[in-house]
């Protein structure tokens, strides 16, 4: 089975501009969490899709959104990027029956100038 | 609140030495899931094992292995006869249901030949 992925893998974008990362989870699996990965804050989750449902979601600011689709594959966006969203952006795929195994793609690196 | 807590920040060992990374977990749920990862430097978390809370029995798979304690809170992380291909930032994990991970600060693995 193919694994997760994620595109583009890298990114560079300025201040106040806006951005689109895309996930594909491992087929049959319907659940797509994001996580943001900076040296200063570690791992930490942004929200979680489950039949194009959002089901959870962490304390990031309305600027950060996502959505799902039928096919399970999910986006997240950033408008009007600041510097301290430069991070690493990984995207999990689950099964999506709570608390499964996630497997992670490569993640996509966002440099905001 | 839930909270993960990796003390060692960075270990450094000779291949072929054992090494054991700890994780220390907080969590009010009875019910909870602990996991590790690894994280190589090409930035993809790799699932290395999950554990619910009610299993406390020791798991064992090649040179790794688990031990895990209720009474302390703890699921240690040991790699028995380390190799340079095991150098990476391991990351512990909680969940409490969904699929929302909590991450500790990861602990950077390097191995010398």
């Known amino acids: 089975k193919a694994g997760v992925t994620q595109t583009p893998r890298y990114l560079i974008k300025t201040r106040g501009q806006q951005v689109t990362l895309s996930c594909s989870p491992i087929?049959?699996?319907?659940?797509v969490s994001w996580y943001q990965q900076t040296p200063g804050q570690g791992l930490q989750f942004l929200f979680e899709?489950?039949?194009?449902?959002?089901?959870n979601k962490g304390n990031f600011p309305g600027r950060f959104s996502g959505r799902q689709f039928s096919n399970s594959r999910s986006e997240m966006n950033v408008s009007t990027l600041e510097l301290g969203d430069s991070a690493l952006y990984l995207c999990a795929s689950g099964v999506g029956t709570g608390a499964d195994t996630q497997y992670f793609g490569p993640g996509t690196r966002l440099t905001v100038l | 609140a839930q909270k993960v807590t990796q003390a060692q920040t960075e270990i450094s060992v000779v291949e072929k030495e054992d090494v054991t990374l700890d994780c220390v977990y907080e969590t009010r749920d009875t019910t909870y899931y602990l996991f590790w990862y690894k994280q190589p430097p090409s930035g993809e978390l790799v699932f290395l094992i999950r554990r619910n809370s009610f299993d406390e029995q020791n798991e064992i798979s090649g040179r790794y292995s688990w031990n895990f304690q209720k009474s302390t809170s703890s699921f240690n992380f040991t790699i028995t006869a380390s190799q340079v291909v095991d150098s990476a930032v391991y990351f512990c994990a909680l969940t409490g249901g969904t699929d929302k991970l909590i991450f500790g600060t990861g602990t950077r693995l390097q191995v010398f030949p």
């Open positions: 087929s049959g699996h319907r659940s």
């Open positions: 899709y489950f039949s194009e449902t959002q089901r």
